[in-house]
């Protein structure tokens, strides 16, 4: 079942940009006969080799998919133990995605929580915390968004602003405020200090091509 009608051109854009507008969309996992949904309220852009940041540069796995096709998941373990789930997203020659920080639970609460345990206050605030309620798998890495039978994303709700900052939890690339979140939700994984941004803004926070972004 396709829940939505983006195509492949929608993800052949700088990474910063197709960050922005995944801001207020709807992810949705739908498996074993269980269903999952939240609003995406935190997201992380990252670009390519000049990103030292980014995976593109530093490990070979990472740069087959981030130089790879739009629009297919990149997913990763994160130091053995969270699994982090990204998009591929970047301009056409180039390479990037974006990072799924943090949803708003929409359906499948109960489910959601059951995967987390009862200690989880916030069940899908954070990276790791996010594939773990909605039930992503490091077997869903190249899956494709625009035809999957599992997994919907619904972009038709954007947000009017976002607010801006360092990306989270990395030594390199924090020379760039690629971290958007929107600042009215309660699930946004960490700080909201940041500035406010429109899209109008996003030209001047992409550096020019071959920028080394330290």
């Known amino acids: 079942m396709r829940a939505f009608t983006l195509d492949r051109s929608w993800f052949e854009r700088h990474p910063l940009r197709v960050a922005y507008d995944l801001l207020g969309s709807m992810l949705g996992v739908e498996r074993d006969g269980v269903a999952t949904r939240g609003r995406v309220v935190e997201v992380e852009a990252y670009a390519g080799p000049y990103d030292l940041a980014s995976h593109s540069g530093k490990y070979r796995a990472a ?8 629009g297919r998941l990149y997913i990763y373990r994160s130091y053995g133990i969270h699994t982090m789930l990204n998009v591929v997203a970047h301009e056409p020659g ?13 359906a499948g609460v109960e489910e959601m929580r059951s995967r987390r345990g009862d200690r989880a206050r916030l069940l899908a605030t954070g990276p790791g915390s996010l594939c773990q309620a909605m039930g992503f798998r490091l077997e869903d890495d190249g899956t494709d968004v625009i035809d999957s039978s599992w997994l919907q994303l619904d972009v038709t709700h954007p947000i009017e602003a976002a607010i801006a900052s360092p990306r989270i939890g990395v030594s390199k690339g924090l020379s760039v405020s690629w971290r ?13 200090r940041g500035i406010s941004i429109v899209r109008d803004n996003l030209q001047d926070m992409i550096p020019p091509p071959g920028t080394i972004i330290m």
Do not use: I, N
């Open 180 to 192: 958007l979140f929107d600042g009215t939700s309660a699930m946004v994984s960490v700080h909201k």
């Open 94 to 106: 180039d390479a990037g995605g974006v990072l799924f920080r943090a949803v708003e639970p929409c």
């Open 63 to 70: 740069r087959a998919s981030l130089f790879g096709e739009q």
